[in-house]
């Protein structure tokens, strides 16, 4: 399968301070791409999508000017927590699919812990 | 709404057992179904992929079915081993969304 690479894998960081995480689809032209965050023993629940060049559309409850996307090529996208607080600390993975969309390929997360 | 459930959401099964997962999706308009599996602390791993026009896919010990029309499909796992202790996810493409699905989750528990 195409490969998604996400780094970091874990950052810890203090509250207040913003936070960056990054997306690559490595063998592939990712059209789009999924953020999702998952709360311990929870599932992965979806927080925004992106198209290359557009702006993100995200679901109900989270926070746009919070947690900034872009996707600015077809290969990159990156996921900023603002002002990171103690209750964001969450594992997030993202997840690239090509235009076709047949199948949707998985990072290997980032888990973040706020301080 | 569009909603993926799993049961159950726990399972402890002695080695060598055969055993099934279940995913239950409230639409049966679906473009394909993917099982993941996933460890404490670590990222997915794709199992297997079933698309809209399949009725099931194997892999291994791992079998996967897919019944549209009841929006079900199970995850059967032959000869469990200990090494097959995680937590399985099932995640639905449904028709007309651009977007994943993800279930509740099984923990599964294999015993040596």
């Known amino acids: 399968g195409a490969v998604v690479s996400q780094h970091p894998s874990w950052v810890i960081c203090k509250s207040g301070t913003s936070v960056k995480i990054e997306c690559r689809s490595l063998?592939?032209?990712?059209?789009?791409m999924f953020w999702y965050r998952q709360f311990p023993k929870q599932s992965l629940m979806l927080m925004a999508t992106?198209?290359?060049?557009?702006?993100?559309?995200?679901e109900q409850g989270v926070e746009k000017d919070k947690f900034l996307i872009n996707h600015a090529s077809l290969t990159l996208s990156t996921l900023t927590v603002t002002s990171a607080h103690p209750e964001d600390s969450s594992f997030y993975i993202c997840?690239?699919?090509?235009?076709?969309?047949?199948?949707?390929?998985f990072g290997q997360g980032t888990r973040l812990t706020v301080v | 709404k569009q909603e993926v459930t799993q049961i159950p959401a726990a399972l402890s099964v002695p080695e060598g057992e055969n055993l099934v997962l279940n995913c239950s999706f409230t639409?049966?308009?679906?473009?394909?179904l993917q099982w993941f599996r996933q460890d404490p602390g670590k990222g997915l791993t794709s199992l297997l992929l079933?698309?809209?026009?399949?009725r099931e896919q194997t892999s291994g010990r791992l079998n996967a079915s897919l019944d549209k029309s009841s929006g079900r499909s199970t995850l059967y796992i032959a000869a469990s081993q200990p090494g097959d202790s995680a937590t399985y996810l099932c995640?639905?493409?449904?028709?007309?969304?651009?977007?994943?699905?993800f279930g509740t989750g099984t923990r599964l528990k294999v015993l040596a």
């Open positions: 063998d592939f032209q990712a059209t789009t």
């Open positions: 639409d049966s308009a679906i473009y394909n």
């Open positions: 995640a639905v493409h449904f028709s007309g969304t651009y977007k994943y699905i």
């Open positions: 997840s690239a699919a090509n235009r076709a969309f047949t199948e949707a390929f």
């Open positions: 992106s198209n290359e060049g557009s702006k993100a559309t995200y």
């Open positions: 079933i698309q809209s026009s399949q």
